[in-house]
């Protein structure tokens, strides 16, 4: 059996892996092999060293498929003003809300959070500069602030709830569910809310939530938590049965940078020397714990509700894509080019996004469905940075966010807040890669936070100048039949 990646911004090359997932739910002991989420310049890596077994990289059906695909090419030009007027502007001096420093710049601080609700209503949230209140027994490495909290009516432009959260690193600490509802994290505990912005607890773990993350349809939890072995969890704290062991093996002899996208995982500063971050996969309904293992960097799981993928590395700069079902069997997609590992991220169900790099570091951006067909390619170019992609809640768009630099960025040559222009967002249609938008966020923020999607995709709203400004889109394009309907396997 080959070699088994789970990506998203650094390869390493392990022995075979296989997480099985029995139709009752259950998982089959095995070994995944992962990617720790290691935050280096964007487009800007080494090739990887020929670690992957040999395959043959060029079925003449996926070669024809690429030939067929339209690439288009992404520009570096901040746009003056938006390609489409705003229909609404809110002003968020009123919210409270006061634009962060370009100090900021380059830490990679979550500040701000922007999602809609509902179609009329926007939760934002952001740092309150200046309010801190010292809470007794803050452990080492603790950062305690204040989260402004507002339910905002995008007719009105008025809050309409509010609330005031204390979080205690500088990480992501908000995840919009589908159905109205919102993850919040902090510490070792995950509490949902709604629009009335009263928190549940959901989850408690037996250590601090460093990150997570979800598939599409939301039915699955990806987290990763600090738990030293010798931390025994405690009732009512999530826990690691042994019907859901498994392998998730990582070797950081064989890193190497690779683009990343979205999703602004923590930085590798969370790797530790012993296996103290437990990586789980649970049913976000009930909190079963589908699988469970020790890892000693935060890891990504690119999931959808029926398996994961995992990229092969093939002869010189090629790579092969791969659907492993968790009940069992595996489906090659096809193969794509990149200098450096490429990063995979689901768009919906039947589609997903890669991230690869082309020969001067520059980003490309190739659409895959999950029967194998190749949808759209878009090139970016060595002037964006610190990518961000924000998936919308029905799979017809996505928003892509980049720093533009003036200059090539790696890591002879660091960026400095000088080099930054400013933050490219693009809205773009998922069927086919066009653009429905394109604006300046101002200010910058390089985690993003910044930029939303409304639940039926017809609307965005962007922070930028002084207000949250509501686009209204038109209609997307459809989705090909082979993105909006289930692969058979």
Request: glycine share 8%; aromatic share 6%.
């Amino acid at each position: 059996m080959g070699r088994l990646t789970v990506p998203v911004f650094v390869l390493f090359a392990l022995p075979a892996c296989v997480i099985f997932l029995a139709p009752h739910g259950s998982i089959y002991p095995g070994k995944v092999l992962a990617q720790t989420s290691q935050l280096n310049p964007p487009g800007q890596a080494d090739p990887l060293p020929d670690i992957m077994p040999n395959i043959d990289p060029d079925p003449a059906s996926s070669r024809e498929r690429e030939q067929r695909t339209p690439v288009r090419l992404l520009g570096d030009r901040l746009p003056d003003k938006p390609t489409l007027a705003p229909s609404i502007k809110i002003p968020v001096d009123t919210l409270g809300f006061t634009a962060p420093g370009a100090i900021y710049l380059g830490q990679r601080n979550s500040l701000a959070s922007l999602d809609f609700l509902a179609e009329d209503h926007l939760l934002f949230t952001f740092r309150v500069p200046g309010l801190i209140r010292r809470e007794d027994g803050l452990k080492p490495g603790e950062d305690e602030r204040q989260i402004r909290a507002m339910v905002v009516s995008v007719k009105t432009g008025q809050a309409e709830a509010e609330a005031l959260w204390t979080v205690h690193d500088r990480a992501r600490y908000l995840w919009m569910l589908k159905d109205g509802h919102f993850i919040l994290r902090d510490r070792d505990i995950l509490q949902q809310g709604d629009s009335s912005l009263v928190l549940k607890p959901l989850f408690q773990f037996p250590g601090p939530v460093d990150w997570l993350e979800m598939d599409p349809q939301q039915l699955y939890i990806v987290t990763n938590s600090l738990e030293p072995a010798i931390v025994a969890p405690k009732p009512g704290q999530v826990d690691s049965p042994s019907t859901a062991q498994a392998t998730v093996e990582v070797d950081r002899g064989n890193a190497s940078a690779s683009p990343g996208t979205h999703t602004s995982a923590p930085s590798d500063s969370n790797a530790t020397p012993a296996a103290d971050i437990v990586v789980r996969i649970l049913e976000r309904s009930t909190g079963k714990v589908m699988l469970v293992s020790r890892v000693r960097s935060t890891v990504h799981l690119p999931i959808n509700s029926d398996g994961y993928l995992e990229r092969l590395r093939g002869n010189g700069q090629t790579w092969m894509l791969n659907l492993n079902y968790f009940t069992g069997g595996s489906r090659l997609l096809g193969r794509v080019e990149s200098s450096c590992a490429p990063g995979l991220d689901f768009i919906s169900q039947e589609e997903f996004l890669i991230t690869t790099c082309a020969a001067r570091g520059e980003a490309r951006l190739v659409a895959f469905s999950t029967d194998g067909s190749r949808m759209w390619e878009d090139d970016g170019t060595t002037s964006a940075i610190w990518p961000i992609t924000v998936m919308g809640p029905d799979g017809t768009r996505l928003a892509r966010e980049t720093l533009q630099v003036s200059r090539p960025v790696n890591a002879y040559n660091p960026i400095d807040t000088d080099d930054i222009k400013g933050q490219m967002v693009r809205i773009i249609n998922t069927a086919d890669g066009s653009v429905a938008l394109e604006a300046a966020a101002n200010p910058p923020l390089d985690v993003g936070g910044n930029v939303a999607i409304s639940p039926s995709g017809r609307r965005a709203a962007i922070l930028t100048d002084g207000a949250i400004q509501v686009f209204d889109l038109p209609p997307a394009p459809p989705l090909p039949a082979s993105a909006a309907a289930p692969a058979a396997h």
